[in-house]
């Protein structure tokens, strides 16, 4: 039987043994700080750009739009330039939507890529302070910085066939994530960066987080 990416990526993050840590006790003690200070964080609201170098293609393929994240799982990553898509996870499935050209959204029976609908997830979990959770599929090492880096390596063979690494750089204060930078199996590389970022605060308006749209 052959399992559809999306299906043998859940059930590899579920395989995943006990936690693996790079530099012992000062890895643990950076990601403590970092779920302290994440523990506080409610919201999120942040504009990002996207760059994916593709191996076969001259140029790299940009994209921007908007992150909102609100606790304790809800994440909508939308897509406004060049073209307009969104993903919402709300910490169990992510669902995918697509706009016609008259700006309509229309939901989509197939879910998203299953590597965009994983860094989804790791961000939902990074954000609302449950930065030791990543450590039961991914071996995460840090680089003290300042700025603070926290790398996962899947520690799976099979995961790497889709996530070769996620790196994140955290801000001063350890409570968002300024930039991410993910690398594929196949060594197409995507560094994401976040700006204007604005924590704790209402969420501008959006339909993301209605009940319609976090219904499965």
């Not at 994440?75 to 939507?97: C, I, N, Q």
């Amino acid at each position: 039987m052959k399992l559809k990416p999306g299906l043998l990526l859940s059930l590899l993050l579920m395989w995943g043994p006990g936690v693996v840590w790079g530099d012992g006790d000062a890895d643990a003690q950076r990601l403590a700080a970092v779920q302290k200070q994440t523990a506080a964080l409610r919201s999120l609201a942040a504009d990002f750009t996207s760059v994916k170098t593709v191996a076969f293609l001259s140029e790299p393929i940009r994209t921007h739009g908007h992150l909102l994240f609100e606790k304790p799982n809800r994440v909508a990553w939308e897509v406004t330039s060049p073209f307009k898509a969104a993903v919402v996870y709300d910490g169990r499935a992510a669902l995918r939507y697509l706009a016609d050209p008259r700006g309509h959204w229309t939901r989509q029976t197939e879910g998203p890529d299953p590597v965009l609908a994983e860094t989804m997830r790791q961000l939902q979990m990074w954000l609302s302070g449950q930065a030791f959770a990543s450590g039961e599929a991914y071996a995460i090492t840090t680089e003290p910085g300042p700025p603070l880096k926290v790398r996962l390596v899947p520690k799976h063979s099979g995961l790497r066939k889709f996530i070769s690494s996620l790196e994140m750089t955290f801000g001063e204060k350890l409570d968002v994530v300024r930039t991410l930078i993910l690398t594929e199996g196949s060594g197409d590389t995507t560094r994401i960066t976040f700006e204007r970022i604005v924590i704790n605060e209402p969420l501008p308006a959006n339909e993301w987080f209605s009940e319609h749209a976090s219904q499965p």
